[in-house]
Nanobody, 128 residues
Framework: QVQLVESGGGLVQAGGSLRLSCAASGRSFSRNLMGWFRQVPGKEREFVAAITWSGGTTYYADSVKGRFTISRDNTKNTVSLQMNSLKPEDTAVYYC?????????????????????WGQGTQVTVSS
């Protein structure tokens, strides 16, 4: 059974940092693009970042570019999101996800409907 488990969320002051991790089990996703999304109550799930299977290409939402860094370790079947210079508007539940494809288009990498597996989410709260 495939499972994605996020960790690393919590409460942090504005300007602080957090590192989210996502561990996948049940099968290897070393050939799949992996990504992070976030969602606040009452709003649609929002793309944050994604990384191709090789790690050679990354995608970021404009709102996090320059502050967040996505990485992966295929030997451990994990993907991480380093979040620096956090802002109150970054407050959300963060989800990791695995795309159906290894190297989708930029448009597909940013669309939630291209992802087949999702974690349960981890809460990130940034206080002002």
């Amino acid at each position: 059974q495939v499972q994605l488990v996020e960790s690393g969320g919590g409460l942090v002051q504005a300007g602080g940092s957090l590192r989210l991790s996502c561990a996948a089990s049940g099968r290897s996703f070393s050939r799949n693009l992996m990504g992070w999304f976030r969602q606040v109550p009452g709003k649609e799930r929002e793309f944050v970042a994604a990384i191709t299977w090789s790690g050679g290409t990354t995608y970021y939402a404009d709102s996090v570019k320059g502050r967040f860094t996505i990485s992966r370790d295929n030997t451990k079947n994990t993907v991480s999101l380093q979040m620096n210079s956090l802002k109150p508007e970054d407050t959300a539940v963060y989800y990791c996800a695995v795309h159906f494809l290894s190297g989708p288009s930029s448009h597909s990498a940013r669309a939630s409907d291209g992802y087949g597996y999702w974690g349960q989410g981890t809460q990130v709260t940034v206080s002002s």
